[in-house]
C-alpha cells in the first residue's frame, strides 16, 4: 500500500492523517474514465493514424531537401560565375549571403521538422502501449494494479473530501474519501 500526505495542510496541522486509500481510489476513478473504453481506444487509434503518422512532416522534409538542392546548385552556379567572370563583388557577396541564408533556414526547419517526427513517434509509441494496456485490461478492476496506476496516472491532488485522480489522457476523476 503507498500512502502520502498532502504537504500544503501538513504544514499547518502535524495531525494531517495519511491518506492511505489511494489504490481503492484509483480502482474507483479507473472504473469510471474507462468504462467506455472501447471509445477511446477508438478515439485514439484515429489519432494515431490522423495526427501521429507523420506523413506531413516526412513531406516537408523532403520539400525541404528538394529546396537545399536547388540552393546548392544556384551557390555552385554562381561561384562558378565569379571565378570565370568579372563580378561586381558587392553584388556577389549579397546574392551569396542572401543563398547562404537561405540555406541555414532550411537547414534549421529540417533540424526543427526531425525532432518533431522523432516526438510524433514517442507519443505515436506511448499511445500504441496505453491502447495494448487497456485491451488487455478486464471490463473492470477490482484491485489495484501498480504497473497501469505508472502507466495511467499523470497526478493526485489531495483535498480534504477527495481525491483527484488525473489521468495521462487529461481527464479527471474526483473520488471521495
Known sequence: MIEFRCRRVDRRNRNTPIISDKES???????????????????????????????KTESAIKKLHDELEVIELKTKALIDRNTKTVLNQEEYNRQYDTLAEKYKAAVSEIEKLENNKTELAARKIRCMEFIQTLKAQPAALTEFDESLWNLLTQSVIVHKAHLEVIFRTGQTEKVSL
Open 25 to 55: 481510489a484509483f480502482v474507483t476513478a479507473f472504473n469510471r474514465v474507462f468504462d467506455c473504453r472501447d471509445e477511446i481506444i477508438n478515439t485514439l487509434e484515429t489519432i494515431i493514424n490522423e495526427s501521429l503518422s507523420g506523413n
